[in-house]
């Protein structure tokens, strides 16, 4: 009997350290899965700390280059154009004028080289009626009669001059006068 007990009570402590064991495995596995998922959280919250710091260092690095094209602030505040927005249409502006310029330019060079040739045409159209009016140079009276072609069918008999040789002459003793 005593023996049964004792069989009766080995028997209960097997099964409560069976019982025991068991919520000691469940145990062990919640603290590594709660190990495990603490770990989870923290390299998550690690890489969001890394990612934060990068995008702090970007930042910093990209305003520092921005500071080092616009310079000192303090030196540009009477500045109308603050922002690259306004630069921007400023500049189209710019350019559009830039162009207007150019087509103008171009227009004005069009125009002087068609106003020097219509200039040399009317100096050449000038030239040539003016040597077909007088048919030579005006020279003075007392040359006039030398200058006349010395061929043998023409003569210093008035009457066989030609009508041009009185002009000359003509002209020649009205501007001595």
Same mark, same amino acid.
């Given at each position: ?38 770990? @989870?959280?923290?390299? =998550?919250?690690? %890489?969001?700390?890394? *990612?934060?710091? !990068?995008?702090?260092? #970007?930042?910093? &690095? ?58 040399? @045409?009317?100096?050449? =159209?000038?030239? %040539?009626?003016?040597? *077909?009016?007088? !048919?030579?140079?005006? #020279?003075?009276? &007392? ?35």
């Amino acid at each position: 009997m005593q023996l049964d007990k004792i069989q009766a009570s080995i028997g209960l402590l097997d099964r409560e350290t069976k019982k025991t064991q068991r919520a000691v495995a469940e145990l062990t596995e919640e603290v590594d899965h709660t190990r495990r998922f603490e770990t @989870f959280e923290e390299s =998550l919250r690690n %890489s969001r700390d890394y *990612k934060l710091k !990068e995008i702090q260092r #970007v930042v910093l &690095d990209l305003k520092s280059r921005l500071d080092a094209i616009e310079g000192k602030k303090s030196t540009f505040v009477c500045l109308t154009y603050k922002t690259f927005e306004s630069i921007n249409k400023k500049l189209a502006e710019l350019s559009a004028l830039q162009v207007q310029v150019e087509t103008s330019s171009r227009n004005v060079r069009r125009c002087c080289a068609l106003f020097g040739a219509v200039l040399v @045409f009317a100096i050449a =159209l000038f030239a %040539s009626h003016q040597f *077909k009016r007088s !048919e030579g140079p005006i #020279v003075s009276s &007392d040359t006039a009669v030398n200058r006349l072609p010395s061929s043998s069918s023409q003569s210093n008999d008035p009457a066989k001059r030609p009508i041009s040789h009185y002009r000359i002459v003509e002209a020649a003793q009205s501007g001595h006068q």
